[in-house]
T-cell receptor, first 115, second 107 residues
Framework: EPEVTQTPSHQVTQMGQEVILRCVPI?????FYWYRQILGQKVEFLVS????????KSEIFDDQFSVERPDGSNFTLKIRSTKLEDSAMYFC?????????????FGDGTRLSIL | KNEVEQSPQNLTAQEGEFITINCSYS?????LHWLQQHPGGGIVSLFM???GKKKHGRLIATINIQEKHSSLHITASHPRDSAVYIC?????????FGTGTSLTVIP
């Protein structure tokens, strides 16, 4: 069964550095999402992306964050000038566009550790 | 302010028991999602529903739109059902998550 893949599985970065988290959604999916989960806390929505643009974003998704679909397969989350509080598990998800009410498929996540 | 509230927060059951996890939400939704998060962290989508009831194997999800309430039921629970179950409400492409219910099924 096709699956969403995320790389790397664990990323360690110095505070202030830029980091790019990568996701390869399922090939015929058109909606893409990023979520984060700080250790011991609930999952939080960051952003949704459709038709090469952001369709929704949360308050967390400020100017520090950006998303891109640089080619036909990758979907990336960039965090500029990382902060300690950016340490979390970041999940990518994708879903088909039709028929309606398609479930999301999640990647296994990237654990981001900011030192 | 929590748009999605789940109960109980923790649940321990004996193998074979019938389990119910509840979810209440305060936002207008396009869909209600039930997710399962395994101890390793991976997330699997169990159900996505906007009305009525859905069943998949031993899992049943129901939703009452008027009361803004959903339940996830597990029949004949098994130790492999041990996981965190998360309720999430979607409004268009925005999502609000509950804090999860940690379920442990004891053999």
């Amino acid at each position: 069964e096709p699956e969403v893949t995320q790389t790397p599985s664990h990323q360690v970065t110095q505070m202030g550095q830029e980091v790019i988290l990568r996701c390869v959604p399922i090939s015929n999916h058109l909606y893409f999402y990023w979520y984060r989960q700080i250790l011991g806390q609930k999952v939080e929505f960051l952003v949704s992306f459709y038709n090469n643009e952001i369709s929704e974003k949360s308050e967390i998704f400020d100017d520090q964050f950006s998303v891109e679909r640089p080619d036909g397969s990758n979907f990336t989350l960039k965090i500029r000038s990382t902060k300690l509080e950016d340490s979390a598990m970041y999940f990518c998800a994708s879903r088909r566009s039709a028929p309606s009410n398609q479930p999301q498929h999640f990647g296994d996540g990237t654990r981001l550790s900011i030192l | 302010k929590n748009e999605v509230e789940q109960s109980p927060q923790n649940l321990t059951a004996q193998e074979g028991e019938f389990i119910t996890i509840n979810c209440s939400y305060s936002v207008g939704i396009s869909a209600l999602h039930w997710l399962q998060q395994h101890p390793g962290g991976g997330i699997v989508s169990l159900f996505m529903l906007s009305s009525g009831k859905k069943k998949h194997g031993r899992l049943i999800a129901t939703i009452n739109i008027q009361e803004k309430h959903s339940s996830l039921h597990i029949t004949a629970s098994h130790p492999r059902d041990s996981a965190v179950y998360i309720c999430a409400a979607s409004t268009g492409n925005q999502f609000y998550f509950g804090t999860g219910t940690s379920l442990t099924v004891i053999p």
